[in-house]
């Protein structure tokens, strides 16, 4: 079964930093795109960050110059990116998703999500 496994989030004080990952399952034949979306209590999900596997990045307004996603990296058929959050503001306090736009050996092009890992950032 095709998984993405998210890790990093927690319980951080307003302008403090935490990193997110997120790994594929193996067995990926490409990745194209990966990235973070979150969704916060009573509000839809909404694109946070992702980047392309050439490299291209797209960011929320307003998470510009506090995130940066990484470049996708690869080791062997499992992938990997992060998403490394500055300033962190209470109003970022969510569920982050992991998203990704990959074609599993075998299968066709699909898009996946994670599970998800809570972020909450306290005043």
């Known amino acids: 079964q095709v998984q993405l496994v998210e890790s990093g989030g927690g319980l951080v004080q307003s302008g403090g930093s935490l990193r997110l990952s997120c790994t594929t399952s193996q067995s990926i034949y490409m990745v194209y795109t990966m990235g973070w979306y979150r969704q916060a209590p009573g509000k839809q999900r909404e694109l946070v960050a992702t980047?392309?596997?050439?490299?291209?990045?797209?960011?929320?307004d307003s998470v510009l110059g506090r995130f940066t996603i990484s470049t996708i990296s690869r080791d062997r058929s499992q992938y990997t990116i992060y998403l490394q959050m500055n300033s962190l503001k209470p109003e970022d306090t969510a569920v982050y998703y992991c998203n990704s736009d990959m074609r599993v050996t075998g299968q066709f092009r699909d898009n996946y999500w994670g599970q998800g890992t809570q972020v909450t950032v306290f005043a």
């Open positions: 980047i392309t596997s050439g490299g291209r990045t797209n960011y929320a």
